[in-house]
């Protein structure tokens, strides 16, 4: 973990690292979207993605404690003998990472530019500026500084439970559908299936596992614990911003609509602290994927199952190439994509991840085996909802998202035959 | 479908969506439907009962309606028919629009296709239902006297490709978006007290619709492209100015 002290992590910048890696862009974006597609139950949809987002931090933990090492999936995979496999998923997370960091840039410009009064040419340069900004950091070799984050997520946690529960305090059921027409409890599916990449950080703790303290004892319940609590704040703050600012309004303004309800509550005060919260949040989220997703292609690199090009390391230690083109792409992505194409295309590459992690959960675990079995499943409902949801709604993103899932299962070991590799595919 | 919603109504919307808030929310109903010289809407606030009903001509609105907090259902009967009952919310405190928009002579059952789109999209898909008869809600509340004027635009033209509004101000002229059939734009915000609208389908230089727009401090205005006829488009213009309810 360079730029950071020597000693390891402890439980509580764990538990804060993986409840910030969550919170830190997901519920920014997410919240018009849910409504739009869930209405009054959007508080519902946040909480079935919740229960498979828990699970899978539960099945996450207790296999990395069983494997006892940095890696996630792709270590799972490799330790049991399915390289194959473990090559196509870690392309696959890669890219769902480069989609996570587009949406986190485009939030980034959205909230920033409104604050501004700015329009789309400044959303799109705040979205470069953001994204050339932290490669250019990475790139220097400050790419992860543990305790800024830290206090990066505790201002952000601090600023959204204000916001909830002062939206809770003026409950008034109505709101829940002011401007909007009702809908039916099962729409809730479709909003989880629409949203699930809201839950997605806290798996990169699982590339820091070497750099936890006393992992077998704190990794599993922390974990599971920041989880619990995400599941309880994106609920709470669900309902409470929808209170502030009405349903049709956080639909009409979904880009923007925590600085929307801050402001109803707040005035100006309220705008300038959602617009800081949510610039240093989306900041310090897209410095934290991108040095572990770069991080992650350069140790899969290492293993043969990306071309060695991406190995390559710059003078201060960092993969530079990997840094610079999973940022160049994700920055790309954000000025082009709409956002509920990039949040869902994301959500669908987390949810066959998590799928595959807990049915990994299920396979080799000897207890509690019927736990991952119920994420399996809920995933796979989700799945197909959202699979549909795509296939009416953006085609075109679920064309391009299947086109490259079938390159990654198929011409992977081509290309990387053809190409110079260290260790094989 | 409608009576699974009907039991579900029944027997949750009323736990769930109490309204404990005592100030009305007002709402106006704009009639843009093509070929239908008037509609009738009635409306029945879910909880109680009540109802009204109105009648409103063709490219023309309603007086606004001082309503109690509720989920009200609307039934919508125009010169093709009666179309499908639907449902909002209405909260205290809330100015609102519904544009009641589509070509009359359209069929008005919607497709299994259509009602699974609807599911599946919710409120994104927009022109799910083709030209049939459809409506829109959009937030009206005015904003504080003095934060800007804002200014959108919706497209419920039948028949039109995407349209272009455009605003000339006392500092130029600033483009206020383009509306898809059944879209709307992002809002424009401006400090300056009048302005001219143009409008013309996207990526052409012919105006099909120019007037001028008074704009005082914090008012809401939106734009309504409501049809062409001798080659100018007809817009019906709903702005809200005033105290908003958080002054």
């Known amino acids: 973990m360079s730029g950071n002290s020597d000693s390891k992590l402890g439980p509580v910048r764990v538990w804060a690292l993986a409840a910030g890696g969550m919170v830190g862009g997901g519920i920014y974006i997410a919240l018009g979207v849910v409504i739009s597609v869930a209405a009054q139950w959007a508080w519902l949809s946040f909480a079935i993605s919740g229960v498979i987002a828990v699970i899978s931090a539960w099945s996450y933990a207790r296999l990395s404690n069983k494997y006892g090492k940095s890696g996630g999936a792709f270590e799972f995979l490799e330790d049991m003998d399915r390289r194959k496999l473990a090559g196509s998923l870690s392309w696959l997370l890669i890219m769902g990472y480069t989609l996570t960091i587009s949406v986190y840039a485009y939030a980034f410009g959205h909230y920033v530019a409104y604050a501004f009064a700015g329009g789309e040419w400044m959303i799109r340069a705040l979205a470069i500026l953001i994204g050339v900004g932290l490669i250019g950091l990475n790139l220097l070799g400050v790419g992860k500084m543990t305790s800024v984050e830290v206090v990066i997520v505790t201002g952000n946690l601090a600023i959204l439970v204000i916001l909830a529960v002062w939206g809770l305090s003026q409950w ?13 409890p099962w729409a809730s599916i479709v909003g989880a299936a629409a949203i699930f990449v809201s839950y997605e950080g806290f798996q990169l703790l699982t590339y820091e596992y070497d750099q936890i303290a006393n992992p077998q004892k704190t990794f599993v319940p922390v974990l599971v614990s920041a989880a619990i609590f995400v599941v309880f704040v994106y609920i709470a703050v669900a309902l409470g911003a929808t209170m502030l600012a009405g349903a049709l309004t956080v639909v009409e303004q979904k880009e923007i609509a925590l600085s929307v309800a801050a402001r109803n509550a707040a005035g100006t005060a309220g705008l300038v602290g959602m617009t800081i919260a ?71 590459v987390f949810l066959v991840t998590f799928m595959v992690v807990n049915i990994i959960a299920w396979r080799e675990m000897e207890t509690w085996r019927w736990i991952p079995a119920i994420a399996v499943v809920m995933s796979f409902v989700v799945g197909l909802v959202l699979v549909a949801r795509l296939a009416v709604n953006a085609p075109v993103p679920l064309a391009v998202l299947a086109a490259l899932s079938v390159f990654v299962f198929v011409a992977r070991p081509a290309i990387l035959a053809r190409v110079h590799t260290e260790g094989g595919a | 479908m409608g009576r699974l919603r009907l039991v579900f109504c029944a027997l949750c919307l009323p736990a769930l969506l109490g309204a404990s808030g005592n100030e009305p929310a007002h709402l106006r109903l704009i009639n843009l439907v093509d070929g239908s010289p008037h509609i009738s809407v009635e409306l029945c606030a879910e909880t109680s009962g009540d109802c009204r009903s109105l009648d409103i001509d063709a490219d023309d609105m309603c007086d606004t309606l001082d309503l109690a907090p509720a989920v009200y259902r609307f039934t919508v009967t125009h010169a093709g028919g009666k179309i499908e009952p639907f449902s909002y919310g209405i909260a205290p405190g809330h100015d609102y629009g519904l544009a009641i928009y589509g070509l009359s002579s359209a069929k008005d059952e919607p497709t299994f296709f259509a009602r699974a789109k609807r599911f599946l999209g ?54 206020v978006g383009v509306a898809s059939y059944g879209g709307a734009t992002g809002p424009f915000r401006t400090t300056d007290k009048s302005g001219s609208i143009e409008v013309k389908p996207d990526g052409s230089d012919l105006v099909v619709a120019e007037t001028p727009l008074a704009l005082p401090g914090g008012s809401n205005t939106m734009m309504y492209a409501a049809g062409m006829a001798d080659g100018q488009l007809r817009l019906v213009i709903d702005q809200r100015s005033g105290k908003s309810p958080s002054d």
Do not use: C, Q
């Open chain 1, 172 to 184: 008034n059921g109505v709101e829940l559908v002011s401007g909007i027409e009702p809908r039916a």
């Open chain 2, 122 to 175: 919710g409120l994104e898909i927009r022109a799910v239902n083709g030209f049939r008869v459809s409506h829109r809600m959009t937030t009206m509340t005015p904003h504080k006297p003095d934060d800007p004027a804002t200014v959108r635009m919706a497209n419920f033209s039948v028949g039109t490709v995407a349209l272009e509004a455009e605003i000339k101000t006392g500092d130029g002229v600033h483009p």
């Open chain 1, 278 to 348: 949510a610039a240093f949040a989306t900041a310090a989220a897209i410095n934290s994927t991108l040095y572990s997703t770069a991080k992650l292609a350069e140790r899969i690199a290492d293993d043969g199952m990306l071309p060695s090009w991406f190995e390559h390391e710059n003078r201060f230690g960092v993969p530079d190439r990997p840094v610079v083109l999973i940022g160049a792409m994700a920055t790309f992505l954000a000025i082009i994509g709409s956002l509920s194409s990039l949040v869902e295309a994301a959500s669908l």
